[in-house]
């Protein structure tokens, strides 16, 4: 890229990030400094504006820049990705946003401990919120490093790490300062932004090919070097018995990944009430859903104008696709169209990174406060014990984005939806299977929600570890070595059913006798928002 498409996309960056780091400043003058206020905002903002926030936490660097990337080299194959994603939403719209939203107060935790012994709970619900936190930012850290290694012409690898040091410096500055509230604005605007941009260029893209999409089609699959199997399933997970159980690994860890997020069950509890949480999740499927359709449309459109060819040569995974096609759209390198679409579509990437990992740092680091720090000190309930809290969820977010920069560096060059994909086996492992026998098993135990956690954390961190994705292909993290065990590259498949399997083995052979009255407590209360915070 020239420096005629640095400046106005450096530009735009700079406004964005001086409009969220305005409202960052704004609502600091303007917190109490309660654990309730930088935790869920004081539960003050209504369905919709939930709805959009949802939104701007959920599409990410892997939904705008990997989806599109996977599905313009890898066709159908890469499309269902978006299948995955968007069905999540059911699972929580059905089965998680309202009971959550009655049960707990501001982290996963407090739905597991209200009917267990709270500090082994929350010391295992904690450590699993933050490792898929982490790996969730790493992802992000990723799609940032790769805009700007496009943005300034893959010359410079130190701008390249400064980036991701400053994304990670800006995200400490929103969570720090400004806590939930500012973050929600923060997605809000940049939900409005990205869904904005993607329908003008799904627009200019249609007007290319004057509305047809068959010829869009066409065009994809004759550009792609594949034909007509670009458009058939296949192309990178029907090769091998390994590849279709990879797909059915990665489709299990996106549909049921999602209602173990840390970062989205949190923002059910910014609404006043379980029915706004309802409708929250509801918002946020149309939103998503649509987003997701236009994705589509872009993904074949990039391998239909500018090629997998010039794609891979740009990023070998694929990460720059939208803002190449943004500049074949506008009318190509060194126009004028080309260069202000380019810098827009950048420009609201780098929003798009910048709003989610304010999300994601922000419950992490009320993990690692309101269950780690309380549960280990015992200090919990008094209005002092929250200010410490506080304090410690700041202290934290600056820990998490060091992890997650240093990560984010050393994976710089896989592709974000793939990364996301690992997050979301883990979240599904780890955190789904506690939450769904605390809602509805009778008989859970202690035991068995420990167990629950780690029996799903465990096994997905290790079989990632002995995975191709560490080592044993050139793509590898660790190509130079080879300690590849696990054929498969997302550990789902194995790893959801351990974690199920693990919470009930904890709960049988567990002494300890159930509580019968603080379940039907949970119950009516999930039910009915009886005695709700």
Not at 154 to 167: D, L, M, Y
């Amino acid at each position: 890229m020239t420096g005629d498409h640095q400046t106005p996309a450096l530009l735009l960056f700079g406004g964005f990030v001086a409009v969220t780091l305005g409202i960052t400043t704004w609502v600091s003058r303007r917190r109490h400094g309660s654990a309730e206020e930088f935790y869920t905002g004081g539960r003050l903002f209504s369905p919709m504006e939930n709805g959009f926030a949802i939104t701007g936490d959920y599409i990410s660097a892997a939904s705008f820049l990997g989806v599109t990337g996977l599905i313009a080299l890898y066709g159908y194959d890469g499309l269902l990705y978006v299948v995955g994603f968007l069905v999540a939403w059911l699972v929580v719209l059905f089965l998680v946003a309202e009971l959550v939203r009655n049960c707990g107060r501001f982290t996963l935790a407090d739905v597991v401990a209200a009917r267990m012994s709270e500090r082994p709970v929350r010391i295992a619900a904690g450590t699993s919120s933050v490792v898929v936190s982490v790996l969730y930012l790493v992802a992000q850290m990723v799609g940032a490093g790769s805009l700007v290694a496009l943005l300034l012409g893959r010359t410079s690898g130190a701008a390249q790490a400064w980036t991701v040091i400053g994304v990670g410096a800006l995200m400490v500055i929103y969570v720090s300062l400004g806590g939930m509230r500012a973050t929600t604005w923060i997605q809000i605007v940049k939900a409005v932004l990205l869904l904005g941009g993607t329908v003008a260029l799904t627009v200019l893209l249609l007007l290319r090919f004057h509305g047809d999409l068959d010829q869009l089609l066409v065009t994809a699959a004759r550009r792609s070097g594949h034909g007509d199997a670009f458009l058939a399933p296949g192309l990178k997970y029907g090769g091998s018995w390994t590849a279709r159980l990879d797909f059915i690994s990665l489709g299990l860890a996106l549909v049921l990944g999602t209602a173990g997020l840390p970062h989205i069950l949190s923002r059910f509890y910014t609404v006043p009430t379980a029915r706004a949480a309802r409708r929250s999740a509801v918002w946020s499927i149309g939103l998503i859903g649509g987003f997701y359709l236009l994705t589509i449309v872009l993904g074949f459109g990039a391998a239909a104008v500018v090629g997998p060819a010039d794609l891979r040569g740009s990023n070998a995974a694929g990460n720059t696709a939208v803002p190449l096609l943004a500049l074949d759209l506008g009318g190509g390198a060194g126009s004028t169209g080309g260069t202000v679409l380019f810098a827009v579509v950048a420009a609201v990437a780098f929003a798009t990174i910048l709003a989610v990992v304010a999300g994601v740092t922000l419950a992490s680091s009320a993990s690692v406060a309101h269950d780690l720090y309380a549960s280990l000190r015992g200090s919990r309930g008094s209005r002092g014990a929250a200010r410490g809290e506080v304090a410690v969820a700041r202290v934290a977010a600056v820990g998490i984005g060091v992890v997650a920069i240093a990560l984010g560096l050393l994976a710089r060059d896989l592709n974000v939806a793939y990364l996301v994909g690992l997050a979301f086996a883990v979240a599904a492992s780890a955190n789904l299977p506690v939450l769904m026998y605390s809602l509805f098993w009778r008989g859970f135990t202690t035991r068995g929600a420990v167990w629950a956690v780690y029996g799903g954390l465990v096994p997905a961190l290790g079989l990632v570890l002995l995975s191709p994705v560490v080592s044993g292909c050139p793509g590898s993290l660790f190509p130079g070595v080879d300690f590849q065990y696990f054929p498969l590259q997302n550990p789902g498949i194995v790893s959801i059913p351990l974690g199920f399997l693990a919470g009930w083995l904890g709960t049988v052979t567990s002494d300890e006798i159930p509580d019968a009255a603080k379940y039907a407590e949970t119950e009516v209360r999930s039910l009915t928002g009886a005695g709700a915070v």
